[in-house]
């Protein structure tokens, strides 16, 4: 079945830096890739997602890169600010069409 | 729109009892639910796909007799989590997806449910 790998899984960074977080996943079938905010005790807020048709996909501070040959796939924060601070989830799309989601990143904005 | 409610939020029972909790697609109808199991730190875990009318597809080591799904609506999923023990506290998070909202993948959260039990 599908495996998400997700690194690193602590990032901080300084306000206004950008913030790179990276998954990995097994299946050459999967085609959707979302990424997930969550704040602690919310619900997960989809941020953006990609399918296996692009590349790349942005929306203003934030942007998305697919590589399908290597099977991994990059969420890029630019411009950080202290209200980025989350933990952010890539997810898959496996044979089920279920998502399977990586482990998390938990990303700190230091003003 | 694609808002997605649960109840309760938090929920304390005594060891032994059972505990429902309820998932609304408030705008949209959702052809699919999804029940997923959080523990503190950690990622989302599925625990089960249900759709409408018919009985829920658990995932392996989910045990279907104590986590009772039923999916009886298009707008409505609830879980039991029938003989509760201290083990099976955690945050429990719903999602629904549709497949006329034009996007055939995404799912939409429900704030989830903290379930305590002591």
């Known amino acids: 079945g599908e495996n998400v790998e997700q690194h690193p899984s602590t990032l901080s960074v300084q306000e206004g830096d950008s913030a790179v977080i990276k998954c990995t996943y097994s299946?050459?079938?999967?085609?959707?890739f979302p990424w997930y905010k969550q704040e602690l005790g919310k619900r997960p807020q989809l941020i953006i997602d990609?399918?296996?048709?692009?590349g790349e996909k942005k929306d203003q501070r934030i942007a998305v890169t697919l590589n399908k040959t290597a099977k991994h796939f990059s969420l890029h924060i630019t411009e950080t600010q202290p209200e980025d601070s989350a933990v952010y989830f890539c997810?898959?799309?496996?044979?089920?069409?279920?998502?399977?989601f990586g482990p998390g990143t938990r990303l700190s904005v230091l003003p | 729109g694609a808002v997605v409610s649960q109840h309760p939020s938090r929920v304390i029972c005594k060891s032994g009892t059972s505990v429902k909790i309820e998932c609304r697609s408030l705008?949209?109808?959702?052809?699919?639910m999804f029940w997923y199991r959080q523990f503190p730190k950690k990622s989302l875990m599925l625990m089960a796909t249900?759709?409408?009318?018919?009985?829920?597809?658990?995932e392996q080591g989910v045990e279907k007799d104590k986590f009772l799904i039923n999916h009886a609506s298009l707008t409505l999923s609830t879980l039991t989590v029938t003989s509760a023990h201290p083990e099976d506290s955690s945050f429990y998070i719903c999602?629904?997806?549709?497949?006329?909202?034009?996007?055939?993948?995404?799912?939409?959260f429900g704030p989830g449910t903290r379930l305590t039990v002591t």
């Open positions: 299946d050459s079938a999967s085609n959707y």
């Open positions: 997810a898959a799309i496996d044979y089920g069409q279920n998502f399977v």
């Open positions: 249900s759709n409408e009318g018919s009985k829920a597809t658990y």
């Open positions: 705008d949209f109808q959702a052809t699919t």
């Open positions: 990609i399918r296996s048709n692009v």
């Open positions: 999602s629904a997806r549709s497949h006329n909202t034009g996007k055939d993948y995404e799912q939409y």
